[in-house]
């Protein structure tokens, strides 16, 4: 079979495949990958790019990294798949495990659902079973934060932020759900009372209505990437126990590391009735996330008898969590922290050098997140052009500029990534 011309793949690939959030009318370009190594995407054309984006906060070891590939072949020579109906097998309990293990204590039941979408719809719906089978069918609705992402599925969409969210279109079909102000109290700053004032109200107001409230700890991602005070989280679990709601806290992206603790609850020393993770999981493998729950939410979800109604065909995937296991002990065994600490420094080092360059709004960094938000949306097909002739791999949203590379950045590497990238910016923002 002739190998098609890499001009060809771009043109089928522009005319017939959907990429995230695109029109098939009019895309923009999508690079060809022939193959990544490290912190490397290597383009078809022979370009080599510095990964800034740990392929959307999950590639958390890098590509191609030894340790992992070992693990999924192993798995792959034993199975790559079986049914979870009636069938359990080591790769999914030994990832519950160690889930259990690293988690809030609390946390003792997992459920494996296949992306962090589902995760989120899953987190829901165990939150709205628990209430039904507490006899209070009528705590149904979800109460959350504005700026928040949980994904695209319906569930999620009816929790991302309503007005600059992906899915405003979807308004009239969506639950109606309860929103409250984002967290304006930045990660340093002295706490106050009033800002959680909206939450209390809502939830004062509303408690009889609601099963639970969902939120990103600490870091909103893609609904803004805005990075908030631990005491709110704090605060909110003391609200939620209070009030006899369930708190969700989705940490898909911030889970394994990211924000410079293992899991963003951690920074308000809290346990949350539910827990999603997701992205990071597998070390950016491929596509898997849970839902851990308390005994307290499990016990009452199974209460009368009940089941809990979600399984999916390709639940608990051993290749999956054979692979998600490797990655995982991998992090435990080596000091992360302290990586994720000296990327937080030379990122901040870097990154706050633009600070004052007009159209440059606002520049924050935590753990190995580092976000320089502009004053307008940048014209995505021209600065990502931009980025990659000079050799670093960045992916825009609207306004935001930002990076969340692969823990296994080297100093170097990573001082180019972040000066290149501060470079590109002033260059874009003075044409
Ligand atoms: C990415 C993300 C999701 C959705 O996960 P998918 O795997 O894309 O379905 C949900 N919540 C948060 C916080 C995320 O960052």
Not at 57 to 74: F, K
Not at 290 to 309: C, K, Q
Not at 342 to 351: C, P, V
Not at 400 to 405: A, F, G, R, T
């Amino acid at each position: 079979m002739n190998k098609p011309a890499s001009d060809r793949i771009t043109e089928f690939d522009k005319r017939h495949i959907w990429h995230p959030y695109t029109s098939m009318m009019n895309p923009l370009p999508a690079f060809t990958v022939e193959s990544c190594e490290g912190v490397y995407i290597k383009l078809e054309d022979g370009r080599k790019l510095i990964d800034g984006m740990s392929s959307w906060w999950s590639v958390i070891h890098g590509y191609n990294n030894p340790v992992l590939n070992r693990a999924a072949h192993e798995q792959l020579d034993k199975m790559s798949h079986v049914m979870f109906g009636g069938l359990t097998h080591r790769p999914a309990v030994e990832l519950a495990e160690l889930l259990i293990k690293i988690t809030p204590e609390k946390l003792q039941h997992v459920f494996f659902a296949d992306s962090g979408s589902v995760s989120v719809e899953v987190a829901m719906k165990m939150a709205i079973q628990y209430w039904h089978a507490k006899g209070k069918p009528e705590k149904n609705r979800m109460l959350t934060v504005m700026n928040g992402y949980h994904g695209d599925t319906f569930g999620a969409m009816s929790v991302c932020d309503p007005v600059n969210g992906m899915h405003s279109m979807f308004e009239g079909v969506l639950a109606k759900n309860i929103f409250v102000e984002a967290p304006q109290c930045k990660f340093d700053a002295q706490w106050n009372e009033k800002y959680i004032s909206q939450m209390k109200n809502a939830l004062a107001e509303n408690h009889e209505q609601i099963a639970a409230v969902i939120i990103e700890p600490v870091v909103q991602g893609a609904g803004g990437m805005r990075i908030y005070s631990p005491h709110y989280i704090k605060r909110l679990r003391e609200l939620c126990s209070e009030f006899n709601v369930l708190l969700i806290a989705d940490e898909i992206a911030t889970g394994f590391g990211r924000t410079g603790k293992l899991f963003a609850c951690e920074w308000a020393g809290i346990t949350p009735d539910i827990m999603c993770l997701g992205k990071a999981i597998t070390g950016g493998y491929m596509t898997l996330a849970a839902t851990l729950a308390t005994t307290d939410v499990a016990e009452g979800i199974s209460g009368n008898g009940g089941v809990f109604m979600h399984g999916p065909t390709f639940m608990g995937n051993p290749l999956a969590c054979a692979v998600a296991v490797a990655s995982i002990r991998l992090l435990l065994e080596e000091d992360w922290q302290a990586r994720v600490l000296k990327i937080e420094s030379i990122m901040k080092e870097n990154l706050f050098t633009i600070k004052t360059v007009l159209g440059v709004r606002d520049i924050r960094v935590l753990g190995a997140i580092g976000v320089v938000e502009l004053e307008n949306s940048v014209d995505m097909a021209e600065i990502q052009r931009m980025f990659v002739d000079k050799g670093i791999w960045v992916r825009p949203y609207g306004r935001l500029v930002y990076i969340m590379p692969p823990f296994i950045i080297s100093e170097k590497e990573l001082n180019t990534l972040t000066e290149t990238m501060t470079e590109v910016i002033r260059e874009y923002l003075s044409l």
